[in-house]
């Protein structure tokens, strides 16, 4: 069965640095775009990042660019999300997701699979 199993999340102080894992199976992980998403009680599943299937091109929240680094290894069938400098904004559970032949999309409502999420906290 299509599995995604997001790891890595736990509370870090604002500044400091989180990386987050998703691990993919029960599907071809090369023939789809892999994405992250973060929502918080009460507000829409927003986008963060996303990278490519083809040629690994990556897309950022504007308010996330500089901070965050999306990137995969398809030999693992595993996607990252390497965040710096957090900031308590970012505190969100954050959602690994997965888009046949995605070119880069930022609409949750386009992706095809989806992981039950890794809480990430940040404290001030």
């Known amino acids: 069965q299509v599995q995604l199993v997001e790891s890595g999340g736990g509370l870090v102080q604002a500044g400091g640095s989180l990386r987050l894992s998703c691990a993919a199976s029960?599907?071809?992980?090369?023939?789809?775009?892999m994405g992250w998403f973060r929502q918080n009680p009460g507000k829409e599943r927003e986008f963060v990042a996303v990278i490519t299937w083809s040629n690994g091109r990556t897309y950022y929240k504007d308010s996330v660019k500089g901070r965050f680094t999306i990137s995969r290894d398809n030999a693992k069938n595993t996607v990252y999300l390497q965040m710096n400098n957090l900031k308590p904004e970012d505190t969100a559970v954050y959602y690994c997701?997965?888009?046949?032949?995605?070119?880069?999309?930022?609409?949750?409502?386009?992706?095809?699979?989806w992981g039950q999420g890794t809480q990430v906290t940040v404290s001030s």
């Open positions: 029960g599907y071809t992980f090369s023939s789809y775009a």
């Open positions: 997701a997965a888009e046949y032949h995605g070119l880069g999309s930022a609409n949750r409502r386009e992706y095809d699979y």
